[in-house]
């Protein structure tokens, strides 16, 4: 059975910082994905990372896939209060097309 | 930009009732899926269909579960006799091309299901 740990599970800083979410599993993925979901709402894909070691930057978003893909991480870049929600890591496998989540980071970006 | 639409938003029935859930996905995608998420609890993956057959399912998607793309845009989701713990967000999600590598999903915004 694959499975995506998602770390930590909820995160508070004050508007400024920088903070890292992880994304790891001991399975190999074909891609993973970020999504970003509001109460009451579906998840929104953010990216997708598809090769080993690639890096994606979304404004101040930076998202990693490991050499392995087997991890990922998403990094913010002085945090502000509109980045605050549930952050959501899914990988799809190698040979099958459903997606495996991560139990989500809650985000709370403090004024 | 084009979305995927799910109706109704919240639906609330009996114990040992059917319901429907209704998506519309985006006009040329070619895979679609189900998933569901219990509240407070991990997005979980049902169902996903591509070229007018299931192609993998979980083993949530028990025989009280069926699926049907019945006019060629609506994508329906059926549980035959529901059951308490079938209350969760069910999420309709589309996808362009490509196997496991290929384009990221458009979700729906979810119908809420309370069984009571």
């Known amino acids: 059975t694959q499975l995506l740990e998602q770390s930590p599970q909820f995160l508070s800083i004050q508007e400024g910082e920088n903070l890292t979410v992880y994304c790891n599993s001991s399975?190999?993925?074909?891609?993973l994905q970020w999504y970003r979901q509001e109460p009451g709402e579906g998840p929104v894909l953010l990216v997708t990372?598809?090769?080993g070691g690639e890096v994606k930057k979304l404004k101040r978003l930076t998202f990693q896939f490991g050499d392995a893909r087997k991890d990922s991480s998403l990094h913010i870049t002085a945090a502000q209060p509109g980045d605050t929600g549930l952050y959501l890591c899914?990988?799809?496998?190698?040979?099958?097309?459903?997606?495996?989540w991560g139990a989500g980071t809650k985000l709370i970006i403090k004024p | 930009e084009p979305e995927v639409t799910q109706t109704p938003s919240h639906q609330v029935t009996q114990m040992g009732q059917e319901v429907i859930l209704r998506c519309v996905p985006i006009?040329?995608?070619?895979?679609f899926y189900w998933y569901r998420q219990i509240l407070g609890q991990k997005v979980e993956f049902l169902v996903s269909?591509?070229?007018?057959?299931?192609?993998?399912k979980s083993e949530i998607f028990d025989d009280q579960f069926s699926v049907e793309r019945p006019d060629g845009s609506n994508f329906t989701l059926k549980i035959r006799s529901t059951k308490l713990e079938d209350s969760a967000m069910y999420f309709c999600?589309?996808?362009?091309?490509?196997?496991?590598?290929?384009?990221?999903?458009?979700f729906g915004s979810g119908t809420r299901l309370t069984v009571v």
């Open positions: 269909f591509y070229n007018n057959e299931i192609s993998e």
């Open positions: 399975s190999v993925f074909s891609s």
């Open positions: 990372v598809v090769t």
């Open positions: 006009s040329n995608h070619l895979y």
């Open positions: 999600a589309s996808r362009g091309t490509g196997g496991p590598l290929g384009d990221g999903y458009t």
């Open positions: 899914a990988g799809a496998g190698i040979s099958n097309y459903q997606l495996i």
